[in-house]
């Protein structure tokens, strides 16, 4: 057994995982398939089971901003819980805390060894195969290129796909879920910068990304975008630069300052979008949707000119969207005016995550979304 394997199993004994055959869909055990088959990565605008949280900063991580850190993931999780279960982590030693933070109402809490809260990007990326059948795919989390520990969070994957009854699918690749956007009928969105990485893929050609890609979840044309590598932990993730609304139809970051290293390549993904096509030949409608001014003459963003303030990173859940908001009210509302003409019939909650902002990401950076089988 390796020793990944073999911490796999030290964590579902801490787990307790024969408690959360309720949250598991009436099944316990992991399946592997070695050849998946049939299997494609859903939209996340299809209708949800639940939405997974970590509640997991720790000082060694955030320092003195740990604290506001798990108090933002609670204010998502309860706002989310409005709309839809929802699942948090959380280490054993934290469970009381998460519970009083977080509230009881249609929220399970689950406990697993963690490192940091980025759930998206180390949980594995859910699969489902047309027929009920539920899947996880895990990318080999290893903290971003070996920039961050990885050694709790990099088993989470397949703790997760236990804990839920998915079929692991183990894919070569080392990736993270903030780094693929998908339409749900085949296109899928990609930065070079992320995947394309020796720190993550090395000796890997960008046509061997796309085939393993293409393979696990049933993708049949990929979008590229060059994203920038070296700027932040994700070496620029999708999910801050392009997101698909339904098929043919994405929103684009579009960064107006001219001092941001995102303000040139957000025009050059702009131009790369607008020319591009989906897997059914559509051309795709783009729409914009710029992050607030940061610095001193802007009224908000407490001072911190290091925030990722990107509106673009939000979370659509059962009936509503979850969004962001930096105090900035231009900003805001045009975020919100986006949002409502694109996702009609939804409700746009816009929450607070400064302290999240704080350390890079954003609320679909810290949820992952289970679909409903």
């Known amino acids: 057994m390796s020793t990944r394997r073999h911490f796999l199993s030290q964590l579902a004994g801490a787990a307790g995982?024969?408690?959360?055959?309720?949250?598991?869909?009436?099944?316990?055990?992991?399946?592997?398939?070695?050849?998946?088959?049939?299997w494609h990565m859903p939209d996340e605008h299809g209708p949800?089971?639940?939405?997974?949280?970590?509640?997991?900063?720790?000082?060694?991580?955030?320092?003195?901003?740990?604290?506001?850190?798990n108090d933002a993931v609670a204010r998502l999780?309860?706002?989310?819980?409005?709309?839809?279960?929802?699942?948090?982590?959380?280490?054993?030693?934290?469970?009381?805390?998460?519970?009083?933070?977080?509230?009881?109402?249609?929220?399970?809490?689950?406990?697993?060894?963690?490192d940091d809260i980025w759930v998206r990007d180390y949980g594995g990326c859910f699969v489902t195969d047309g027929r009920g059948g539920l899947g996880l795919v895990d990318l080999n989390f290893n903290g971003w290129g070996g920039k961050q520990s990885a050694r709790n969070d990099g088993a989470v994957a397949p703790w997760l796909a236990q804990a839920t009854g998915a079929t692991l699918l183990e894919s070569d690749l080392v990736g993270e879920g903030g780094g693929i956007e998908v339409d749900g009928q085949g296109t899928a969105i990609l930065t070079e910068s992320c995947w394309v990485n020796r720190n993550r893929n090395p000796g890997w050609s960008r046509a061997d990304i796309e085939a393993e890609l293409k393979?696990?979840?049933?993708?049949?044309?990929?979008?590229?975008?060059?994203?920038?590598?070296?700027?932040?932990?994700?070496?620029?993730?999708?999910?801050?630069?392009?997101?698909?609304?339904?098929?043919?139809?994405?929103?684009?970051?579009?960064?107006?300052?001219?001092?941001?290293?995102?303000?040139?390549?957000?025009?050059?993904?702009?131009?790369?979008?607008?020319?591009?096509?989906?897997?059914?030949?559509?051309?795709?409608?783009?729409?914009?949707?710029?992050?607030?001014?940061?610095?001193?003459?802007?009224?908000?963003?407490?001072?911190n000119d290091d925030l990722a303030r990107g509106y673009i990173n939000y979370l659509p859940v059962n009936g509503a969207v979850i969004a962001p908001q930096f105090g900035d009210a231009r900003a805001d509302g045009y975020c919100r005016d986006l949002l409502q003409a694109l996702y009609p019939g939804r409700v746009i909650e816009q929450v607070d995550i400064d302290a999240i902002a704080g350390g890079g990401g954003g609320i679909h950076c810290v949820t992952k979304n289970m679909p409903r089988a």
């Open 48 to 69: 949800q089971e639940r939405v997974f949280l970590a509640f997991a900063a720790q000082r060694r991580v955030w320092g003195a901003q740990a604290a506001a850190v």
């Open 77 to 114: 999780a309860r706002t989310i819980a409005r709309y839809q279960p929802v699942s948090v982590l959380c280490r054993p030693a934290q469970r009381r805390q998460a519970q009083d933070r977080c509230g009881h109402d249609n929220i399970e809490f689950l406990e697993v060894p963690l």
């Open 17 to 38: 995982l024969g408690g959360l055959t309720a949250l598991a869909l009436g099944a316990t055990g992991t399946v592997r398939a070695a050849v998946p088959a049939g």
């Open 215 to 303: 393979h696990h979840f049933g993708l049949r044309k990929v979008i590229w975008l060059p994203g920038i590598a070296g700027e932040d932990i994700t070496d620029a993730h999708v999910d801050f630069y392009a997101r698909f609304v339904r098929p043919g139809v994405v929103i684009a970051n579009l960064d107006n300052d001219p001092d941001s290293y995102d303000h040139g390549l957000t025009r050059e993904h702009l131009r790369i979008l607008r020319a591009a096509t989906d897997a059914d030949g559509r051309r795709l409608q783009v729409h914009m949707l710029p992050p607030p001014l940061g610095g001193r003459s802007n009224v908000h963003i407490r001072d």
